[in-house]
């Protein structure tokens, strides 16, 4: 019996790439793409030409990630971390300041907003974090405060800039990674006291108006309807605009005709629906399902505890981001400013997403081995 050639180490990786994460990456990036042109002027340029250099840019990040194996992104975890702390640092002493906000880093038109890549960050140090504490340990309150520690020092350099959205989603994000933690009841009910606290302290001292008002928008929007609800209303049109099968690529009225605002960041859900309907929404959502119960799905069968927080963090990176968005879209959320993943305009999201799904894809492969 003779023995075929050994596979290139190109051909490794092809054999061991989880497929089935890169073609729901690419058709979450489709419908993303045709969504935002339709958003925008519909010429395929502007916006859409700028997100898709990101998206590339990301592609090719995520390749790169993962073809690595995630023992190496477990070595790299703190000095990672610490560098995304150090770009927040930067961010208020040479940030690109817009409207009233300074949350970006760049020259020009190249610029990078350094608390999405934290979102990914803090993934990583968690997860490193967690892995190493002694079994016995875990889920006691002393040996909790590094994580929270963790969430908590981006997310007040975050919040100062100020961007409560991505706050919000960074705790989300931290905290379901913690959950798999082993919590004793004292633990919870600790970190819930502590919890309370900081929200009432952030509440009265870091909240600013509009912020607060977001809730009263938030309960009747009617009543605001020439104002801060104009955009929640004109959302809730346009889904219920579409229909079953929606009006088709383009021809959203609500969008065409300039009622719904935002359409390119906030609400692009709301577009998405009226020119694609109930049945577009549901196709979109299921690909977006399959992305996180295929990262579910790998951390359960991942090598070790490391592997599978990263897999879940991903999971929660996606998961946070949907339910917020698509929630403030149909009035069962406040608006804020979480952006839906690929779909909203914003390279530096685009690009944290993809290193997302880089993550997931080498802890995938190395299962596979």
Not at 14 to 24: E, K, N, Q
Not at 61 to 88: D, E, H, P
Not at 295 to 302: D, E, W
Not at 325 to 348: A, E, H, W
Request: include cysteine; charge should be positive.
């Amino acid at each position: 019996m003779t023995l075929g050639t050994p596979p290139s180490a190109l051909g490794r990786i092809a054999r061991d790439v989880d497929w089935f994460v890169v073609i729901l990456t690419i058709g979450v990036v489709a419908l993303a793409m045709v969504n935002l042109n339709s958003a925008g002027a519909g010429t395929w340029s502007g916006k859409v030409m700028s997100q898709g250099r990101w998206v590339v840019l990301g592609a090719i990040a995520a390749v790169i990630v993962g073809a690595l194996n995630y023992r190496v992104v477990y070595r790299l975890a703190y000095v990672a971390y610490a560098a995304g702390i150090g770009l927040l640092a930067l961010v208020p002493l040479i940030g690109i300041k817009r409207n009233d906000a300074r949350r970006w880093l760049g020259i020009g038109d190249y610029q990078f907003q350094p608390s999405e890549l934290m979102k990914v960050l803090l993934v990583m140090v968690l997860a490193r974090y967690l892995h190493d504490l002694p079994r016995e340990r875990k889920g006691r309150p002393l040996d909790m405060l590094a994580p929270f520690a963790f969430i908590g020092l981006p997310v007040a350099f975050i919040i100062v800039q100020p961007d409560l959205s991505t706050s919000i989603i960074c705790i989300l994000i931290g905290t379901s990674v913690i959950a798999l933690t082993r919590l004793s009841l004292r633990t919870i009910l600790t970190l819930l006291s502590v919890g309370l606290v900081l929200f009432t302290l952030g509440w009265v001292s870091f909240m600013r108006d509009y912020q607060r008002s977001r809730i009263d928008v938030w309960l009747n929007p009617e009543a605001y309807a020439d104002d801060e609800g104009y955009q929640t209303i004109q959302a809730i049109t346009s889904v219920g605009n579409g229909g079953f099968f929606g009006r088709g690529a383009g021809q959203g009225t609500q969008n065409k005709l300039g009622f719904l605002p935002y359409g390119e960041t906030d609400f692009p859900f709301a577009v998405f629906a009226e020119e694609w309907g109930f049945a577009g929404c549901a196709l979109g959502l299921s690909l977006f399902l399959c992305l996180i119960l295929w990262s579910l799905n790998v951390a359960s069968r991942a090598r070790d505890r490391f592997a599978a927080l990263l897999a879940v963090g991903v999971a929660a990176l996606f998961f946070w981001h949907v339910i917020i968005n698509i929630g403030m879209v149909l009035q069962l959320l406040p608006v804020t400013g979480v952006t839906l993943p690929f779909f909203s305009v914003g390279g530096s999201n685009a690009l944290t997403l993809m290193i997302g799904i880089g993550l997931l894809i080498s802890v995938s492969r190395e299962r596979k081995r």
